[in-house]
């Protein structure tokens, strides 16, 4: 069955430390998105990607990095410079930008928290 | 950067009761997303809207495109313990490159009275 998948679901951070997120999707989607959320915060953009080797920062990229190397993988870099880190967060991936959509597929989510 | 008004922010069921939760924005939209998350997973897409004034059901759920394009309702029938979770709107602008992108309102939390 195709689907998207993020992995680990759950991963503990030191503070200063570099940690990767991992997505992959198998449904031959070209664009794909990672969303962090807070309680009440709803869900802001981090980074989207509309084709391979090609992203762009959404709302709250600081502290972030992705590349786009495959069609099927995205992955999230938490870097030591994201003050605050500790949060959900939700990949997910939709066919092309300039199509009607018919809804982005969503991950089960990765809990990011920095101990 | 755009904006969706969802609201209520958060509603307490009782097993058997209706709901009903909206969006609205200043912008006009060329489509409307309503999403279920449960806790600790990912969104799941209930209804796409497409065109003005479109009603659609899935089951018990019924979502609307308003006329102006600028809002969308989601009303749950009869509910039942296993509808609660956070309900999204999200809605799409234009086709196309960053405009293609979807924006989300802050979500609706439904709850079981105590």
């Known amino acids: 069955d195709g689907g998207i998948t993020q992995s680990p679901k759950y991963l503990f951070r030191k503070e200063g430390q570099n940690v990767t997120l991992s997505c992959e999707q198998n449904?031959?989607?070209?664009?794909m998105y990672w969303y962090r959320q807070d309680p009440g915060q709803g869900l802001r953009l981090i980074y989207y990607?509309?084709?391979?080797?090609?992203?762009q920062k959404g709302d709250i990229a600081e502290g972030y990095s992705v590349s786009r190397e495959k069609k099927e993988s995205f992955p999230l870099t938490v870097t030591s410079a994201q003050k605050n880190p500790t949060a959900f967060y939700l990949c997910?991936?939709?066919?092309?930008?300039?199509?009607?959509?018919?809804?982005?597929?969503f991950g089960s989510g990765t809990r990011l928290t920095v101990v | 950067g755009q904006q969706l008004n969802q609201s209520p922010q958060s509603m307490f069921i009782q097993e058997g009761e209706d709901v009903s939760m909206n969006c609205t924005s200043s912008s006009i939209f060329n489509t409307w997303l309503w999403y279920k998350q449960d806790p600790g997973e990912g969104p799941v897409l209930l209804i796409a809207?497409?065109?003005?004034?479109e009603l659609t059901s899935n089951g018990r759920l019924t979502a609307q495109f308003g006329i102006t394009r600028k809002d969308s309702f989601l009303n749950i029938s009869a509910s039942i313990p296993s509808d609660v979770g956070i309900y999204f709107c999200?809605?799409?602008?234009?086709?196309?490159?960053?405009?293609?992108?979807?924006?989300f309102g802050k979500g609706t939390k439904l709850s079981v009275k105590p």
């Open positions: 809207l497409y065109k003005a004034g």
């Open positions: 999200a809605g799409q602008l234009n086709y196309g490159g960053s405009q293609g992108n979807l924006i």
């Open positions: 997910a991936s939709s066919m092309e930008a300039g199509r009607r959509l018919e809804g982005y597929t």
């Open positions: 449904l031959n989607h070209d664009a």
């Open positions: 990607s509309q084709i391979v080797n090609d992203f």
